[in-house]
DNA sequence: AATATTTTTTAGATTAGTTTAAATTTAATA
DNA sequence: TATTAAATTTAAACTAATCTAAAAAATATT
């Protein structure tokens, strides 16, 4: 197995992230996007990862992970998702403040700390944002969700994740009230913009437009 | 406050842990050894902090830390000894194996992180191999302590740190049953090599030679 | 199909950190 | 004090990662 540097790192991150698990080549220009960089310098690293085997990589068409690369990235994810639990559930971090940590965090080499730290966490599932945490070999086990938005009205289920993890979006979901594990009812649905009338665990009912409740991911 | 990269941080620990404290100029040479490094490189650095005003530096006279260089070596430190603390009391890791990853973790940059962990384990005073904590400051109390080797035929004391910090002479430490904390007394010493033989918390008695027991540290 | 636009790649330069080899300064010794 | 040895600095070159600008390829539009 090849070794990366830090920058490698976050570069298969990156592409794991944008390609879908896997599913599509990811373009040159949304990986710059993605790691604030330029096309340029996304180039000579997309070919300097395929020579050393962990992305599929041709000229003008776009890169994706190998498998190995898929394993790889996976690894890291999972860092970042350990330590997220641990910064929320031992050190009191709120949800909006983990990120940028953990981004540092996940890149720590040494085995035996990612596997102390996952028994010490009591081999947690999820994250805090409700990601799911890849497992010590690279594999995943990802549930499909349904996003708030696709539910009609009278239907009803669990808030299982957020699509979006930014500190802003978190906050918002604080403030009306919303978080992991929360029971949703859809009340009503306005035909003009697609916004929803939502009631919380059978009690308080907030107003969510569309650009949010597709955010929020439910289970039933 | 300037801002530095992590290399950076590396050298400057490195000159504060051969300054002995801030105490006498460092040459070029040991940094080059501490840091595995050659002295070519060190010259180009050495300048390039000089410039940072985080040490004090003239060509061939060596080099030591500024005030601002000396806070920010031991704040380095502190996130050192507190993640020391942290795998060692928490994820159960033992005193052998905390350098490397502790080499690792003191580089990440968040103060809130830092902070929380402190008051996670409780306010620590001391590392697991019995260094001081600076506080968040970086102010540090040392207390000068003997070394197990200067003390006479019937004297006794607590062991309160070791000097060699080293996986091997950790290992020969749990060996031979020296723990931070234990009682022990001088019981003979043999005037040829200076090798003692000294008894463990009344019990146990066994032989030490000098190297080892310059390198072993007592309060009374 | 021809042209225009967008995307991607290449070329050349830059920065941080490093190395080897040569030059210089300091320290040691005869 | 003169010479030698050791330590230190400078010079030149290298790698990883980045950027700007220019060239090339792929897409989109007339
Ligand atoms: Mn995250
Ligand atoms: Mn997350
Ligand atoms: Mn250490
Ligand atoms: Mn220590």
Known sequence: MVKLSLVEENYLKAIYHLSGHGQENVSTNAIALQIQTTPASVSDMVRKLAKKKV?????????????EGTKMALRII?????WEVFLVKELKF?????????????????PL???????????PKFDPHGDPIPNEHGEI?????????????????????????????????DKIGVYLGAQVTVMDIEQFD?????????????????????NILITQ
Chains 1, 2 share one sequence.
Request: a negative charge; proline letters at 1%; one cysteine or more.
């Open 55 to 67: 992305v599929e990589y041709t000229k003008y068409q776009g890169v994706n992970l190998t498998n």
């Open 78 to 82: 999972r860092k970042h998702r350990l």
């Open 94 to 110: 709120h949800w909006d403040q983990v990120h940028d940590v953990a981004e540092q965090l996940e890149h720590i080499q040494s």
């Open 113 to 123: 700390l990612i596997q102390r730290l996952d028994e010490y966490l009591g081999f």
């Open 141 to 173: 086990e990802e549930k499909p969700k349904l996003t708030l938005s696709s539910l009609k009205e009278c239907e009803s289920g669990i808030i299982a994740a957020v699509k979006d993890t930014s500190a802003e979006f978190l906050k918002y979901m």
């Open 194 to 214: 697609r916004s929803q009338e939502i009631e919380i665990d059978g009690a308080k009912r907030i107003f969510v437009s569309k650009q949010v409740s597709e």
